[in-house]
């Protein structure tokens, strides 16, 4: 099988079946005591007192001038909660949190001891529901779920998927773009407020106060971003990012990512574009060319 036979049938099995991705290399914190959820809940935008026992949700923690430090997905384990951020976010997340914990009856964990597994495409609920019992537990993804395995196990799982299409870093990009899905430290860094990057599902607009929540109330009631995180339909351009997007000699924009999409059979980009260019059709120059907004 070719290199693109193999990207094709990966991205069908995401599409219309199942494929798994190792992410392992994810970082995991373990918030302990009888203020743990309290605790949390004042420090994250979306409402984990509110999960059930095995739930999770997907968030993110701001600084007060509401510019992101990350995000994350949190999991309650009874009393306890996990915290799931992205690869070498663990420590700056853990600083973070212990800045505000100052009389709170809780502890924060490194938990290495904890892999991730991603499972994408219609499926994936079925095929983690056939791995090896209690071998773990599921993270909200985008289009498809995430397992929170036990680290000493994941061979085990690993080997359990053996029938299952593993999907190469290219091909899990390219559905990344395509969902719209950004990721922190290239679409999304530590000047971003959340709504920029359409993250609304990361914000519970009725939870009690949390850090930042000022900017994200004042924002929303202003209604509108000065720039959006938008899809740009690109042509054979492959900029890199940070890539200006223009209009004559105004800088409206830059680009953040760049695949080649199966899904619309040209390069698609991800970029933020200044609110008055926004509507989708809108064509901004992008080098000798154009980019149209999608």
Same mark, same amino acid.
């Given at each position: 099988?070719?290199?693109?036979?193999?990207?094709?049938?990966?991205?069908?099995?995401?599409?219309?079946?199942?494929?798994?991705?190792?992410?392992?290399?994810?970082?995991?914190?373990?918030?302990?005591?009888?203020?743990?959820?309290?605790?949390?809940?004042?420090?994250?935008?979306?409402?984990?007192?509110?999960?059930?026992?095995? +739930?999770?949700?997907?968030? *993110? !923690?701001?600084? =007060?001038?509401?510019?992101?430090?990350?995000?994350?997905? $949190? /999991? #309650?384990?009874?009393?306890?909660?996990?915290?799931?951020?992205?690869?070498?976010?663990?420590?700056?997340?853990?600083?973070?949190?212990?800045?505000?914990?100052?009389?709170?009856?809780?502890?924060?964990?490194?938990?290495?001891?904890?892999?991730?597994?991603?499972?994408?495409?219609?499926?994936?609920?079925?095929?983690?529901?056939?791995?090896?019992?209690?071998?773990?537990?599921?993270?909200?993804?985008?289009?498809?779920?995430?397992?929170?395995?036990?680290?000493?196990?994941? +061979?085990?799982?690993?080997? *359990? !998927?053996?029938? =299952?299409?593993?999907?190469?870093?290219?091909?899990?990009? $390219? /559905? #990344?773009?395509?969902?719209?899905?950004?990721?922190?430290?290239?679409?999304?860094?530590?000047?971003?407020?959340?709504?920029?990057?359409?993250?609304?599902?990361?914000?519970?607009?009725?939870?009690?106060?949390?850090?930042?929540?000022?900017?994200?109330?004042?924002?929303?009631?202003?209604?509108?971003?000065?720039?959006?995180?938008?899809?740009?339909?690109?042509?054979?351009?492959?900029?890199?990012?940070?890539?200006?997007?223009?209009?004559?000699?105004?800088?409206?924009?830059?680009?953040?990512?760049?695949?080649?999409?199966?899904?619309?059979?040209?390069?698609?980009?991800?970029?933020?574009?200044?609110?008055?260019?926004?509507?989708?059709?809108?064509?901004?120059?992008?080098?000798?060319?154009?980019?149209?907004?999608?």
């Amino acid at each position: 099988m070719s290199l693109v036979e193999a990207v094709d049938a990966e991205y069908r099995a995401a599409n219309e079946g199942c494929a798994w991705f190792d992410a392992s290399d994810r970082q995991q914190l373990r918030v302990t005591g009888p203020d743990a959820v309290s605790f949390v809940q004042g420090m994250v935008t979306n409402d984990v007192a509110a999960l059930a026992d095995g +739930a999770s949700t997907y968030t *993110a !923690l701001l600084t =007060v001038k509401g510019a992101m430090v990350g995000d994350a997905r $949190v /999991l #309650r384990r009874g009393d306890e909660l996990v915290i799931d951020t992205g690869p070498a976010r663990g420590a700056t997340v853990k600083d973070f949190l212990n800045k505000y914990l100052i009389s709170e009856e809780a502890e924060l964990h490194d938990a290495p001891e904890f892999a991730v597994v991603g499972l994408v495409g219609p499926r994936a609920k079925d095929v983690a529901a056939s791995l090896p019992a209690r071998v773990g537990e599921l993270l909200s993804f985008f289009g498809g779920v995430d397992v929170l395995v036990q680290r000493e196990r994941l +061979a085990e799982v690993h080997a *359990a !998927l053996a029938s =299952v299409p593993k999907l190469s870093t290219p091909t899990l990009e $390219v /559905l #990344r773009v395509e969902r719209h899905v950004p990721l922190f430290g290239v679409d999304m860094t530590e000047v971003t407020i959340p709504l920029e990057a359409n993250l609304d599902n990361a914000i519970n607009y009725k939870k009690g106060c949390y850090i930042g929540q000022e900017v994200i109330a004042r924002a929303t009631y202003r209604g509108q971003m000065n720039k959006k995180l938008v899809q740009l339909l690109v042509g054979d351009a492959a900029p890199e990012s940070k890539s200006e997007l223009k209009l004559g000699d105004r800088k409206v924009g830059w680009v953040t990512s760049v695949v080649k999409s199966v899904k619309h059979g040209q390069n698609l980009a991800l970029g933020y574009v200044h609110r008055d260019f926004v509507t989708v059709g809108t064509k901004v120059e992008l080098g000798a060319g154009s980019a149209t907004v999608l």
